[in-house]
């Protein structure tokens, strides 16, 4: 009986998001022509002063060095209509943490994959389980998700930093200045660390500072790494210094705190192991019970008690897996 209605929810979700995610790689594809025009010809005409999208548009009327940056809340009109009176000042932290993570996505949209998700776990739970509104604290799912891709990202980035240090260093010993070097870096190197010196470039050639570009940089790969070697370069740039010397020390400083880093994973490998067993165990060993004695334990999901039961154990389990992840963290 639930059989149906469960693959009906499945497919219409499936084709919402097909249908959302269609749209979004239009209006993405059109949004990017759009912005590589915008550049070209910022680019080409020099510009001395930006306007953002949707603000002061006289200031950037009939005048060609004009670069309108686009600071919309979302690509779809009515929902950067509804979120810019209630985003526009709030959600500032979230935009960062969307950037950080790679992703080719507006908060807009994002906001409004969170409330599908949330919709999705509200209705399949209070279908199977009989559990009114615990579902859609799914929603948050999404937002772990992009957490998760903002620290692979970061990841393979200071992965990739020794290699490009030492790129850095050689271009410098050669005469190269340090423009023409991040230029090198970026034709290199791919994604992360290419499109993100990429950036940095871009950035350069629109008019910013070097070191503003480079404090762009640093707020987008938060690490510790990045942000010597930018600190290390503004104030070479400032004060002079031999920066092919520093850029190589950097380089194996980096490769020691790899080091530290693969010690200490080995170290706690058994603990994270029991942390994420202790977690799918519990809830594995409830569905397969559940499969073979559906009279007995199906009662958990229907009875007051049985559902706080599960509401507690929820809990508590995640509350043991965040202190074991708390404790097995340790910063080098």
Not at 41 to 48: D, S, V
């Given at each position: 009986?639930?059989?149906?209605?469960?693959?009906?929810v499945v497919?219409?979700?499936?084709?919402?998001?097909?249908c959302?995610?269609?749209?979004?790689?239009?209006q993405?594809?059109?949004?990017?022509k759009?912005?590589?025009q915008?550049v070209k010809?910022a680019t080409?005409?020099k510009p001395q002063?930006?306007?953002e999208?949707?603000a002061n548009?006289?200031?950037?009327?009939g005048?060609?060095?004009g670069l309108?940056?686009?600071?919309?809340i979302?690509s779809i009109?009515w929902l950067?209509?509804l979120?810019?009176k209630?985003?526009?000042q709030n959600?500032?932290?979230?935009?960062?943490?969307?950037e950080?993570?790679g992703l080719?996505?507006?908060?807009g949209?994002?906001?409004?994959?969170m409330?599908l998700?949330g919709?999705?776990g509200?209705?399949?739970?209070n279908?199977f389980?009989h559990?009114?509104f615990?579902?859609?604290?799914?929603a948050i799912?999404?937002y772990?998700v992009?957490?998760?891709?903002k620290?692979?990202?970061?990841s393979?980035f200071?992965?990739?930093?020794?290699?490009?240090l030492?790129?850095?260093?050689?271009?410098?010993?050669?005469?190269?200045?340090v423009?023409a070097?991040?230029?090198?870096l970026a034709?290199?190197?791919?994604a992360?660390?290419?499109?993100?010196?990429a950036k940095v470039?871009?950035?350069?050639?629109l008019?910013f500072?070097i070191?503003e570009?480079?404090?762009?940089?640093a707020k987008?790969?938060?690490t510790?790494?990045?942000?010597?070697l930018?600190t290390g370069?503004?104030?070479?740039?400032?004060?002079?210094g031999?920066?092919?010397?520093?850029?190589?020390s950097?380089g194996?400083?980096v490769?020691e705190?790899f080091?530290l880093?693969g010690m200490?994973k080995?170290l706690?490998?058994?603990n994270?192991?029991?942390?994420?067993l202790l977690?799918?165990?519990?809830?594995a060993?409830y569905?397969v019970?559940?499969m073979?004695a559906p009279a007995?334990?199906n009662?958990?999901?229907?009875d007051p008690?049985?559902k706080?039961?599960l509401i507690?154990?929820?809990?508590?389990?995640t509350?043991?897996?965040?202190?074991i992840?708390?404790?097995t963290?340790?910063?080098?």
């Amino acid at each position: 009986m639930l059989a149906p209605l469960f693959f009906s929810v499945v497919g219409f979700l499936a084709v919402l998001m097909f249908c959302i995610a269609s749209y979004l790689v239009w209006q993405n594809s059109q949004d990017k022509k759009s912005q590589d025009q915008r550049v070209k010809q910022a680019t080409e005409a020099k510009p001395q002063f930006f306007v953002e999208d949707g603000a002061n548009k006289d200031q950037g009327e009939g005048s060609e060095s004009g670069l309108r940056r686009d600071s919309r809340i979302s690509s779809i009109p009515w929902l950067n209509d509804l979120f810019s009176k209630y985003l526009k000042q709030n959600a500032k932290s979230l935009i960062v943490l969307i950037e950080q993570s790679g992703l080719k996505i507006k908060v807009g949209e994002f906001l409004l994959l969170m409330l599908l998700v949330g919709l999705a776990g509200f209705i399949l739970v209070n279908v199977f389980f009989h559990i009114p509104f615990v579902g859609f604290g799914l929603a948050i799912l999404p937002y772990f998700v992009l957490n998760f891709l903002k620290e692979k990202r970061t990841s393979d980035f200071v992965k990739q930093l020794p290699q490009a240090l030492d790129l850095i260093s050689s271009d410098l010993r050669a005469g190269l200045d340090v423009q023409a070097a991040l230029k090198h870096l970026a034709e290199e190197f791919p994604a992360p660390i290419g499109e993100e010196f990429a950036k940095v470039i871009v950035e350069i050639n629109l008019g910013f500072p070097i070191s503003e570009a480079l404090n762009n940089l640093a707020k987008r790969i938060n690490t510790m790494d990045v942000q010597i070697l930018c600190t290390g370069i503004i104030i070479n740039r400032e004060l002079g210094g031999n920066l092919g010397e520093l850029t190589s020390s950097i380089g194996n400083t980096v490769r020691e705190r790899f080091r530290l880093k693969g010690m200490i994973k080995a170290l706690t490998a058994e603990n994270q192991g029991s942390a994420i067993l202790l977690l799918i165990l519990p809830i594995a060993m409830y569905i397969v019970l559940n499969m073979l004695a559906p009279a007995v334990y199906n009662s958990f999901a229907t009875d007051p008690t049985g559902k706080m039961i599960l509401i507690g154990c929820a809990v508590s389990m995640t509350f043991g897996y965040l202190v074991i992840q708390k404790i097995t963290k340790l910063e080098v």
